[in-house]
């Protein structure tokens, strides 16, 4: 009889579903003969990188024969520098979700749940699923709510918690509902949560919230001392492709991080890159401005198709299209156009639209309305 190897898989592996990334531009264009699409699939920066790193990387790039620093020295200096801690407390990873993983393989076991909100990103439940722990998932806000439809809700997030859980998971703001929690909620549920549970706070698109809703992480980090913050250079700072992103935590969780994280996790171009685009505020502002452009002019443009829309800190919209997602995910690619269908994070009837250089958003509303019409 022929060997099924995933009846030798563990448990929680067999039971998973590979992460879905955003259709990229060539596979498009490769299976529709067509050239010129655009991609407002994953939530990346469409300005594209700094032209510091890409100086940067190219003064390396002869280099690559030799191993990256390991510990990503330079950079972990740099970063606990930027947010005035020790670089003992800087953890990096080959993007944020290397850190979301690490923290799982380090914390949980079969044993053990880990807690998240519905709606929520989707690496959360494939990590944990992964390590073969159990995931506890905490009803979101209803789609009526009056300021964050769909949003984590901290009490339905308390309530989840058991003897079990070692880990809770908050995105502020949330992918793909684009939803957060405003500082002192967050304070208060974290002055809830046990200190021996660890809290991931998902921070992926905090340098696009508004001033006022950012978290005050420093402030946190001192009296939290179970928190543990990811970053990433793979939105603003946009270098995805590099795969780049770091936790801020206490010096002991960093040390157990450090434990399970591979050898070389993060490559030299990526650490030269990150470290040079550190030095580019204006890009950073840049970047933000133009989002914050293209998030009215999108929004406007809903409101004008009477279509509703998430209120999002993000760098994209969930939107309401109030039909199946997905075939109309299908006809927008007709007209090359890439979003992102969400019917696997159980919202068919949304599609995520990443804020593109206003070129692009106009293009896209107006595929949006012929797809519609
Ligand atoms: C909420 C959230 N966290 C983490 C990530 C992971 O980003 P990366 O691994 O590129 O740092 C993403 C990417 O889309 C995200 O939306």
């Known amino acids: ?125 494939i990590v944990v699923q992964a390590v073969g722990a159990k995931a506890n998932v ?8 009056e300021t964050m439809p769909l949003g984590h809700d901290p009490a339905a997030i308390l309530s989840q918690i058991d003897d079990s859980t070692r880990i809770v998971f908050i995105a502020n703001p949330n992918n793909p509902t684009g939803t957060w929690l405003t500082p002192d909620v967050l304070e208060e549920l974290f002055n809830n949560i046990a200190q021996d549970i660890i809290i991931v706070l998902d921070l992926a698109y905090t340098e696009y919230m508004d001033d006022d809703v950012k978290p005050p992480i420093n402030k946190w980090l001192r009296i939290f001392p179970n928190l543990l913050i990811t970053q990433t250079f793979s939105k603003v700072y946009a270098l995805a492709g590099l795969r780049i992103g770091y936790s801020i935590s206490n010096a002991e969780i960093a040390d157990i991080l450090n434990r399970v994280r591979q050898p070389f996790n993060t490559n030299l171009l990526a650490q030269t890159a990150a470290i040079a ?36 800190m993000g760098n994209f919209i969930a939107v309401k299209v ?33 804020i593109g250089t206003q070129q692009q958003n106009e293009r896209f509303v107006a595929a949006l309305k012929q797809s519609i019409s």
């Open 1 to 125: 009889m022929k060997q099924s190897f995933l009846a030798l898989a563990t448990p929680g592996v067999q039971q998973l579903t590979p992460y879905q990334p955003g259709k990229p531009v060539e596979e498009l264009e490769r299976e529709l003969g067509i050239s010129n699409s655009i991609k407002l699939a994953s939530n990346e920066n469409p300005l594209g990188p700094s032209p510091l790193a890409l100086e940067a990387i190219a003064k390396v790039s002869s280099s690559i024969n030799y191993y990256p620093d390991g510990g990503g020295f330079v950079l972990s200096n740099k970063l606990a520098q930027r947010h005035s801690v020790d670089a003992s407390n800087i953890t990096l990873g080959n993007g944020s979700n290397d850190i979301l993983e690490l923290v799982t393989r380090a914390f949980l076991t079969p044993q053990h749940s880990a807690v998240f909100s519905e709606y929520s990103f989707a690496v959360y439940p």
């Open 138 to 145: 905490a009803s979101a806000f209803p789609e009526d709510h």
């Open 322 to 354: 109030a039909q199946d997602g997905m075939a109309l995910y299908q006809k927008l690619l007709q007209q090359g156009v890439i979003v992102r269908p969400v019917a696997n994070y159980d919202m068919p009837e949304y599609l995520r639209i990443t």
């Open 277 to 312: 685009s550190l030095d580019d505020a204006a890009h950073v502002r840049n970047s933000v401005a133009m989002n914050n452009a293209g998030k009215i002019f999108l929004q406007q443009a809903f409101t004008e198709m009477n279509l509703s829309y998430l209120p999002t």
